[in-house]
């Protein structure tokens, strides 16, 4: 059975402070890792998808990088609209199309 | 503007009633997806259909059902039979089934 698991469930920064955000994950055959942006009452909203160790991939200040046995989103000099939940998710090749979530992180960006 | 559509944004059921939710997508996408999302947890896999007239059960689909009639429509109905219903529920959909999915915006279902 696939599994993710994210860390910290929750995480407080001041604006500026760098950090990461880990998904450890177990699956068999590894089809993709992905990241998502969840505001409070909304639908997440699509960041990276990884597909093989080594991949990195960035956006603004976001980078996720993917080793076989987890993934980083790293956030450099955060900002107060950074604050959020932060999930992950895993496709493994005996559950074609099935995707497994973490329980998420949730970010908060202090001014 | 492509996008998935939910409506409607909150949904009141009475007990012992039946409720459908919508989920409507303009981007062609042939994989849909139904998720349910309890505070402070990720998301949980409820129905998934990966082409028209064809969807599997997902991890909790015990008292629900789905259609998908159409290849841009896949309705979830929640049942009597599911007696904790009260969550955030997500629609997705997906170019295809190992493909990035994509969120609509949700549907927030409270029991009066």
């Known amino acids: 059975e696939d599994q993710v698991t994210q860390s910290p469930e929750a995480l407080r920064l001041q604006e500026g402070e760098s950090s990461s955000l880990n998904c450890s994950y177990t699956v068999s055959g590894l089809r993709g890792l992905f990241w998502y942006r969840q505001d409070p009452g909304k639908g997440p909203e699509f960041l990276f998808t990884?597909?093989?160790a080594g991949e990195e991939k960035e956006k603004e200040r976001l980078k996720a990088t993917l080793t076989k046995k987890e993934s980083f989103l790293h956030i450099t000099a955060p900002k107060p609209e950074d604050s959020a939940t932060y999930l992950c998710a895993v496709q493994g090749g005996t559950n074609a199309g099935k995707s497994t979530f973490g329980d998420g992180t949730t970010l908060t960006v202090k001014p | 503007d492509g996008g998935i559509t939910q409506s409607p944004k909150y949904l009141f059921r009475k007990e012992g009633q039946n409720v459908t939710l919508s989920c409507e997508q303009n981007?062609?996408?042939?994989?849909m997806y139904w998720y349910r999302q309890d505070p402070g947890q990720g998301l949980r896999l409820i129905y998934y259909?990966?082409?028209?007239?064809?969807?599997q059960k997902g991890d909790i689909a015990e008292g629900y059902s789905v259609s998908r009639e159409k290849k841009e429509s896949f309705p979830l109905t929640v049942t009597s039979a599911q007696k904790n219903p009260t969550a955030f529920y997500l629609c997705?959909?997906?170019?295809?089934?190992?493909?990035?999915?994509?969120f609509g915006p949700g549907t927030r279902l409270l029991v009066l």
């Open positions: 259909s990966q082409i028209v007239n064809d969807f």
């Open positions: 981007l062609n996408h042939d994989a």
């Open positions: 997705a959909s997906s170019r295809g089934q190992e493909e990035t999915q994509y």
């Open positions: 990884l597909y093989s």
